[in-house]
């Protein structure tokens, strides 16, 4: 093969190898615009909900609630985003190894939900209805180490607020 067709072809092949990751580069800036940078959405997350995790029982007062466990910190990333539903007394409990200030938002989230930030106890310290493809932040008052997020409404229509406990938390 002459030298100019070897040249041409490798140019060929590097332009087609470089223009993906030219526009996978635009992708990421552009969504750094979009996003807040404390953002941690992988592409390859993108429009795909996580698949259900292992859940657990629990109570607050004579409500049951099956609630999803996220405490691994790519289940607690991914959330339930991109869920379409949620069924009735189902949720997502959010577990930390230390207690922290905790804040939510609802990127990617469909579902309007509320949260309850809870205490090691599970005392609900403070509970915050979040609006769905929201990037506001949802914060719990003080330093806690479990989140709990259900159908918005669910604690406000049970009579569910801060100071009660939930029961049943993971230790």
């Known amino acids: 093969m002459p030298t ?12 087609i190898f470089s223009v993906p990751i030219m526009l996978s580069g635009v992708a990421t800036s552009t969504d750094a615009l979009a996003q807040p ?23 607050a007062g004579m409500h049951l609630i099956t609630a999803e466990v996220a405490s691994t910190p790519q289940a607690r990333e991914k959330g339930l985003m991109f869920r379409k539903e949620l069924a009735p007394n189902h949720g997502m409990l959010f577990v930390f190894q230390t207690p922290s ?13 509320s949260i309850a930030f809870m205490r090691d106890d ?35 229509k049970r009579g569910i607020t801060a100071g009660k406990q939930i029961a049943g938390l993971p230790r």
């Open 4 to 15: 100019y067709a070897r040249t041409q072809r490798s140019l060929l092949a590097a332009l």
């Open 122 to 156: 599970g005392t609900i310290v403070n509970i915050e209805d979040m609006q769905p493809m929201t990037v506001n932040s949802h914060c719990a008052t003080e330093s806690v180490r479990f989140a709990l997020e259900m159908e918005q409404g669910w604690f406000a």
């Open 37 to 59: 940078a404390s953002s941690h959405i992988r592409p390859t997350q993108a429009g795909i909900a996580q698949p259900p995790l292992a859940a657990i029982r629990l109570t």
């Open 101 to 113: 200030n905790l804040c939510f938002w609802m990127m990617n989230t469909i579902v309007p939900l």
